[in-house]
């Protein structure tokens, strides 16, 4: 008894440490919580308590924030980090998960209870906010309801409603509220029916399949490797290099390997570069698992030189990731309008070494899970106004299943959160198809 009642307060405990580490040192969310949940020796379920309530917490966090400035009749203190982060994770118990009430509030006040040092003497004060909260339940639900915006940073919210519009802004940040869906991409040798059948998915007109989210370990073909999990969104950008059967490939910018593998599966001779050690080793092994073949070295895109000449290259630059809210709600709370300035830079450097490696007549997919316009079609203007030889060449709606909406009226891809809501979203995402001539 207990030793589960220590384990429960454990688990808590690593959310809001996993929480604070993300919203107060920008730490990303998976390491952050693989790092605390192996410190204080959590199981698998506890493991997987703490991620779905820090995951609902960043999810939420603008409207859990608000709410508990309403809740609170005076401010908390500006150094009380550990208190705040205690009762949004307590709120987001209460208004979003089906904790019963009494563990909710019992197991933070505890946690408070057990600091060292004088946020300890706020335990009484979270007990009574949670206990408000419980009260004004209703009220407070419908009010975050209607204002789902409030979980975008003020810098974001103002930069979507310039871009696409106020009532767009509000759609995208609606998503957030929802569980993404689980996004296969297969080998094309085996999507049959049949295999979408097995996996109880659903495909898409972009030749993605669709299910439920589930242990994607547990899945027909995941061992085989005849699959990897890739969203509708970003599986579209290698495709609109069209037949790349026997042709030179280059991935710049390539792990884990999503689009690598993508590459390999249509028959491309790929190479396939990143700069980052520990993400090679997962594109290492993603290439392991779904036994296909790259060439691939550690190096910096901005300067690497092939030894091969290459035909075709795809560049998913460096970016703020803001498009990819609903599966890392970590990233919002975690980049700021200079990173996006700075990425930006980064972007253009990479753009123009790309290009500089491009054959006459070869095609560059530049592309970015970004929806911030600067490092989107403002970056590919840019580039166009400086580089004459480079031209544009505008998808069409057949090269996307025939949903034009993804594309915009100069034949870029542009996947917005909010499209296809009723048949479960995509991540956000631009993509430009751009060709070198004479
Ligand atoms: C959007 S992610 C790539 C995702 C990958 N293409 C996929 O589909 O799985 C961007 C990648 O760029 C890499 N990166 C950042 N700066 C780089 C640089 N200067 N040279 C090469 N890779 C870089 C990062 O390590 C990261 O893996």
């Known amino acids: 008894m207990s030793n589960a009642a220590e384990n429960l307060s454990d688990v808590r405990k690593v959310a809001v440490r996993t929480l604070m580490a993300v919203t ?6 998976d390491i952050a919580l693989d790092e605390m949940a192996a410190e204080a020796k959590l199981n698998a379920r506890g493991r997987a308590f703490a991620f779905n309530l820090v995951m609902l917490s960043l999810r939420q966090l603008g409207v859990l924030r ?5 809740l609170l009749d005076r401010g908390l203190p500006k150094n009380a980090t550990w208190t705040e982060a205690a009762l949004i994770t307590g709120l987001a118990q209460i208004l979003f998960m089906r904790t019963a009430d009494h563990a909710a509030v019992n197991e933070t006040v505890e946690l408070v209870k057990s600091l060292s040092g004088k946020e300890k003497g706020f335990a009484g004060l979270v007990n009574a906010v949670l206990r408000k909260a419980i009260k004004k339940r209703d009220d407070l639900l419908s009010e975050a309801d209607k204002h789902p915006e409030r979980n975008l940073p003020q810098w974001l919210q103002t930069s979507w409603a310039e871009t ?11 998503t957030l509220a929802s569980n993404p869906p689980l996004d296969i991409s297969i080998k094309p040798a085996q999507l049959t029916e049949d295999m979408a059948e097995k996996l ?14 589930t242990d994607v370990t ?3 073909g995941y061992d085989e490797g005849s699959w990897w999990v890739q969203d509708m969104a970003a599986a579209i950008p290698a495709t609109l290099l069209g037949n790349i059967e026997g042709k030179h490939v280059l991935d710049m910018c390539a792990a884990p390997g999503g689009k690598t593998m993508q590459l390999a599966a249509r028959g491309a001779r790929v190479t396939a570069i990143d700069r980052n050690k520990n993400r090679l080793r997962r594109l290492h092994a993603n290439l392991e698992r779904t036994k296909l073949a790259a060439e691939v070295a550690q190096a910096d ?3 690497f030189e092939p030894v091969q000449p290459v035909d075709h290259i795809l560049l998913d630059a460096p970016c703020s990731a803001t498009g990819t809210l609903r599966r890392n709600p970590d990233v919002i709370w975690t980049k700021e309008p200079t990173d ?16 500089a490696l491009l054959p006459v007549g070869g095609t560059l997919i530049y592309c970015v899970c970004s929806l911030e316009k600067s490092e989107g079609v403002e970056q590919v203007d840019a580039f166009l106004s400086d580089f004459p030889a480079a031209k544009r060449v505008p998808v069409s709606p057949d090269e996307v299943g025939g949903l034009g909406e993804l594309l915009t009226d100069a034949g870029d891809l542009l996947c917005l959160p909010s499209l296809q809501v009723e048949k479960g979203g995509m991540d956000g995402f631009f993509a430009a198809r751009l060709t070198k001539v004479k």
């Open 24 to 29: 107060l040192k920008s730490r990303p969310f």
């Open 301 to 303: 895109a901005a300067t």
């Open 340 to 355: 996006v300035a700075k990425l930006a830079n980064l972007q253009a450097k990479i753009l123009r070494h790309a290009f």
């Open 66 to 70: 608000h709410t508990l400035q309403g």
């Open 200 to 213: 109880r998915a659903t495909p898409l007109p972009t030749g993605t399949l669709r299910r439920d989210a």
């Open 218 to 220: 547990s899945l027909e």
């Open 164 to 174: 696409y519009t106020e009532g767009t802004m509000r759609a995208i940040a609606q």
